[in-house]
C-alpha cells in the first residue's frame, strides 16, 4: 500500500519510453523516479508507492495491468516532451486517469489538480491538452533568449536540484492532501495571497515564495495562467482570484512577458495585465499589493525596452504607490515584507497618554536628530505625545518601528534640515500611501514638513500638496528659540485640533 489510503499507487508516471533512452550513462526518466522516491520518502516519513511502465512495448497491459494500474493510482505526473505527444500511449494514459479520477474524489482536491507535469523537453504551450495549459508543475529546461532556444538543465546543476526540490514539495503536499481527505471551503482572505505570475528569469524566486507561504496560506492562482485565451477572458479569471486575496505579490524581472491577444490592442503582458487589476483595488484598505524589482534591473542590458519602460512607470507613479508597495531588496527581505503585510490586523491601539492633545511621529534623520530634539521638546509642551526615530537597533526593527508609527500615529511632523533632498521626497512618498495603511477608523489629523537650516535650490523648492509645508530659513533668528518655534509650528497645532473638533481626516 502506497501513502494515501484506498490507492495501491500513490503516482503514476505516464512518459515516452524514448525519454529514458540512455545518455551516457544516464537514463533521465529513472533517475528522476529514484530521486522522487528518495526525497519524497523524507518529506512524507513513510515511502510513497511511485509507479511506471518499464516494459518497452505496453500492448499486451492495455486491457489488463496498464488499466488496472491507472484506476489505483491517485496522482499522474506526465513528463512531457515531444515524444510523450507523439506517443498514443501517453495519450490514452492521461484520458484513462482522468476517466478514472473523476469516478472517485474528482481531478482536483483542495483546488489543486491530481495532474502534474514536468517538462523534460520543451514543447510549444500552444500544443498542450486543455488539463495541461491549467496544471501546476516544474519545467527542468533553460532559456536561451539569445538563441532563441531551450536547453535541457543537467541533472548534477543547481538549477535542476532547486526546480526538483520544487516539484516533491509540490507533490508531497498534494498526497497530503489527498491523504486526510481534505474537504474544499472557502478560505478567508486574511490567509490568501495572489502570488502573481512572472518571467521564466524570476520563476525560481516564485517557487521559493510559494514554498515558504503555503503551508500557512492559500496561494492563488491554482494553476498556470492560460495562453488561449484573449485578455479580457483571462483578466476576468486574474479578477476572481484577485478579489479573494488579501495580497499580491508582483515580481518584475528583465522580460515583459506574454501578451494575449487584446481587441482594444492595449498590448498589455500578462505581467502588466495582473498589474492593472490589482490597482483596481486601490478603494480597498483590506487589500495591498507589493511589487518587488531586483535593485538596478531597469538599466541592465538584458532587460526589454518595453519592461524598462513599465518599470520606470511604476517607480514614478504616486497614484499607484498608494496601494502598491515597491521593495527594491534581496528575496528574504521580500518573505520578510510578505510576512509583515499577512498579518492578522491588529487592534487600533492609540499611543496617547492620559491628557494628550494627540500623538505626533515627529521623522528626522540621523543628522538632524540632536536638532529636532528641540522640537521634540515644544510639542510635549503643547500636550504632544511625541514618538521620534529609534535611536539604535537593526534593520528588521528600524522598519517595523516606522511602520507601526505610520499607521498608528495621529499626526506627522518630519525635520528636514541636513538630510538629503532623496530622504525628503521618500517622505513624501511614504505619505501617498498611508490610506492603505491605516483603518478608516484612525485617521490622520495633520501632516507637515519643517524646512530649515541652510537654504538650497532643493529645499527652497521643496513642497507637496498632501502636507503643509514651514520653511524658515532666516539666519538672524534662531529656529529653536521658543517665540519662533510658536509662530513656526502654531499651524500644526491648531490643524491637529481643528480635525479632532471636526472628527475627520487631513
Same mark, same amino acid.
Request: with cysteine.
Given at each position: 500500500?502506497?501513502?494515501?489510503?484506498? &490507492?495501491?499507487?500513490?503516482?503514476?508516471?505516464? &512518459?515516452?519510453?524514448?525519454?529514458?533512452?540512455?545518455?551516457?550513462?544516464?537514463?533521465?526518466?529513472?533517475?528522476?523516479?529514484?530521486?522522487?522516491?528518495?526525497?519524497? *520518502?523524507?518529506?512524507?516519513?513513510?515511502?510513497?508507492?511511485?509507479?511506471?511502465?518499464?516494459?518497452?512495448?505496453?500492448?499486451?497491459?492495455?486491457?489488463?495491468?496498464?488499466?488496472?494500474?491507472?484506476?489505483?493510482?491517485?496522482?499522474?505526473?506526465?513528463?512531457?516532451?515531444?515524444? &510523450?505527444?507523439?506517443?498514443?500511449?501517453?495519450?490514452?494514459?492521461?484520458?484513462?486517469?482522468?476517466?478514472?479520477?473523476?469516478?472517485?474524489?474528482?481531478?482536483?482536491?483542495?483546488?489543486?489538480?491530481?495532474?502534474?507535469?514536468?517538462?523534460? *523537453?520543451?514543447?510549444?504551450?500552444?500544443?498542450?491538452?486543455?488539463?495541461?495549459?491549467?496544471?501546476?508543475?516544474?519545467?527542468?529546461?533553460?532559456?536561451?533568449?539569445?538563441?532563441?532556444?531551450?536547453?535541457?538543465?543537467?541533472?548534477?546543476?543547481?538549477?535542476?536540484?532547486?526546480?526538483?526540490?520544487?516539484?516533491?514539495?509540490?507533490?508531497?503536499?498534494?498526497?497530503?492532501?489527498?491523504?486526510?481527505?481534505?474537504?474544499?471551503?472557502?478560505?478567508?482572505?486574511?490567509?490568501?495571497?495572489?502570488?502573481?505570475?512572472?518571467?521564466?528569469?524570476?520563476?525560481?524566486?516564485?517557487?521559493?515564495?510559494?514554498?515558504?507561504?503555503?503551508?500557512? &496560506?492559500?496561494?492563488?492562482?491554482?494553476?498556470?495562467?492560460?495562453?488561449?485565451?484573449?485578455?479580457?477572458?483571462?483578466?476576468?479569471?486574474?479578477?476572481?482570484?484577485?478579489?479573494t486575496a488579501k495580497l499580491s505579490v508582483h515580481l518584475l524581472g528583465a522580460s515583459y512577458g506574454f501578451v494575449p491577444e487584446d481587441p482594444a490592442e492595449r498590448e498589455r503582458s500578462i505581467i502588466r495585465l495582473q498589474h492593472d487589476i490589482a490597482q483596481e483595488r486601490r478603494a480597498d484598505s483590506n487589500f495591498r499589493q507589493l511589487i518587488w524589482i531586483p535593485k538596478g534591473q531597469e538599466d541592465l542590458s538584458e532587460t526589454t525596452a518595453k519592461q524598462k519602460a513599465f518599470i520606470k512607470e511604476l517607480l514614478e507613479d504616486s497614484e499607484a504607490q498608494k496601494v502598491a508597495d515597491i521593495l527594491r531588496g534581496d528575496m528574504e527581505a521580500l518573505k520578510t515584507r510578505i510576512g509583515e503585510l499577512m498579518k492578522p490586523p491588529e487592534p487600533i491601539i492609540t499611543p496617547k497618554g492620559d491628557g494628550s492633545l494627540a500623538s505626533v511621529y515627529l521623522i528626522c534623520d540621523n543628522h538632524d536628530r540632536d536638532e529636532a530634539q528641540a522640537v521634540e521638546d515644544f510639542l510635549y509642551d503643547h500636550r504632544c505625545e511625541v514618538l521620534s526615530p529609534l535611536p539604535e537597533g537593526n534593520e528588521a526593527q528600524f522598519v517595523e518601528y516606522h511602520r507601526e508609527n505610520l499607521r498608528l500615529c495621529d499626526a506627522f511632523l518630519v525635520y528636514y534640515n541636513r538630510a538629503k533632498e532623496n530622504w525628503a521626497l521618500m517622505k513624501k512618498q511614504e505619505f501617498l500611501k498611508l490610506p492603505g495603511l491605516r483603518q478608516p477608523q484612525n485617521p490622520v489629523l495633520a501632516k507637515a514638513f519643517f524646512v530649515t537650516g541652510e537654504k538650497t535650490q532643493p529645499k527652497d523648492r521643496f513642497r507637496s500638496n498632501e502636507a503643509t509645508v514651514i520653511k524658515h530659513f532666516d539666519k538672524d533668528f534662531d529656529p529653536f528659540a521658543p517665540q519662533i518655534l510658536q509662530k513656526l509650528l502654531q499651524p500644526f497645532l491648531d490643524q491637529i485640533r481643528q480635525a479632532k473638533s471636526l472628527g475627520g481626516a487631513k
Open positions: 500500500m502506497g501513502f494515501v489510503p484506498g &490507492y495501491e499507487n500513490d503516482i503514476f508516471i505516464s &512518459y515516452a519510453h524514448n525519454d529514458n533512452l540512455p545518455v551516457g550513462a544516464v537514463r533521465w526518466v529513472e533517475r528522476l523516479h529514484e530521486n522522487l522516491e528518495n526525497r519524497l *520518502t523524507q518529506l512524507l516519513g513513510k515511502r510513497p508507492a511511485i509507479w511506471r511502465d518499464r516494459r518497452l512495448d505496453s500492448t499486451d497491459q492495455v486491457n489488463g495491468q496498464l488499466d488496472a494500474r491507472i484506476n489505483t493510482s491517485a496522482t499522474l505526473l506526465a513528463i512531457l516532451s515531444p515524444s &510523450y505527444f507523439e506517443s498514443k500511449w501517453c495519450a490514452w494514459e492521461r484520458e484513462k486517469f482522468i476517466e478514472s479520477a473523476e469516478l472517485r474524489v474528482g481531478l482536483s482536491v483542495a483546488n489543486k489538480s491530481r495532474i502534474a507535469k514536468v517538462v523534460k *523537453t520543451f514543447v510549444d504551450f500552444d500544443q498542450l491538452p486543455d488539463e495541461f495549459k491549467e496544471t501546476l508543475g516544474s519545467s527542468f529546461l533553460r532559456e536561451d533568449k539569445s538563441a532563441g532556444k531551450h536547453f535541457e538543465l543537467k541533472l548534477d546543476s543547481p538549477d535542476f536540484e532547486e526546480k526538483f526540490e520544487h516539484l516533491a514539495d509540490s507533490l508531497a503536499t498534494l498526497l497530503k492532501l489527498l491523504k486526510d481527505h481534505v474537504v474544499t471551503t472557502p478560505v478567508s482572505a486574511d490567509k490568501t495571497i495572489y502570488l502573481a505570475e512572472t518571467t521564466a528569469d524570476l520563476e525560481a524566486v516564485r517557487q521559493s515564495i510559494q514554498r515558504a507561504f503555503e503551508r500557512d &496560506y492559500h496561494i492563488l492562482p491554482h494553476e498556470d495562467l492560460p495562453r488561449n485565451l484573449i485578455a479580457p477572458d483571462l483578466g476576468q479569471k486574474v479578477r476572481a482570484s484577485l478579489q
